[in-house]
């Protein structure tokens, strides 16, 4: 089956300060790979998406994900975060050949202090 | 709002008795996806329909649990005879095929309390 591991269960940074968060999924086929953001009080959105081509994907806010296959990994970055941004991060993760299923990680929490 | 939305958004129940959640996906969108997410976890699958036909049904899908979406617009998901363990935030999402793959949007969810 596949797995989804975010190593950061808690991250707490300062306004302006870089964030690189972790997601590195077990398949080794073809993937849909997909990082969403949940809002305190908000329902989950999604942030970024890759399906194929260039492995350098940008979303919303600034947010920006690497498709490393060799690594298996989908990390998530914003070179400045906001206050904003405080926020469960959650990677999902798609196998092309084995159906429907969307596997998600057990998510980030980001805190940033103004 | 054009959006995925969940009826109820919170519902408390006694151990035993039966519960049903709605979900109204977004028009246009024939695939259906339920989750279950429990408090420091990401989502888990639980079924996933495509127009009314049910096409995959995970494990955590116990025999207590059944889902319908019975003309391929909304979908319902009854749990019978809950326990404390099936307190949890259910979550609808919807999707539709595009030329670049699989999408999910979400809904609210449905905050369900066992007591």
């Known amino acids: 089956a596949q797995s989804v591991s975010q190593h950061n269960h808690h991250v707490i940074l300062s306004e302006a300060a870089s964030l690189e968060l972790g997601c590195n999924y077990s398949y080794g086929g073809t993937v849909n790979l997909f990082w969403y953001v949940q809002y305190p009080g908000q329902h989950l959105q999604l942030l970024l998406k890759?399906?194929?081509?260039?492995?350098l994907v940008k979303g919303i806010k600034g947010f920006e994900a690497e498709f490393i296959k060799s690594k298996f990994s989908f990390n998530l970055r914003k070179p400045s975060v906001q206050w904003s941004d405080t926020a469960e991060y959650f990677c999902a993760v798609r196998g092309l050949n084995t159906g429907n299923q969307f596997y998600f990680g057990t998510g980030t929490s980001l805190t940033v202090i103004p | 709002d054009t959006g995925v939305s969940q009826d109820p958004r919170h519902k408390i129940t006694k151990r035993g008795q039966n519960v049903t959640f709605r979900c109204d996906p977004i028009s246009e969108h024939n695939r259906l996806y339920w989750y279950r997410q429990t408090l420091g976890q990401g989502p888990e699958f639980l079924t996933y329909?495509?127009?009314?036909?049910?096409?995959?049904k995970s494990r955590l899908l116990s025999d207590r649990f059944s889902a319908e979406r019975p003309k391929g617009s909304f979908s319902t998901l009854e749990i019978q005879r809950t326990e404390q363990g099936d307190s949890a935030m259910y979550l609808c999402?919807?999707?539709?095929?595009?030329?670049?793959?699989?999408?999910?949007?979400f809904g609210p969810g449905t905050r369900l309390t066992v007591l």
């Open positions: 329909f495509q127009n009314e036909a049910q096409l995959e």
């Open positions: 999402a919807s999707s539709t095929r595009t030329a670049e793959g699989n999408e999910q949007f």
């Open positions: 890759y399906f194929s081509g260039d492995p």
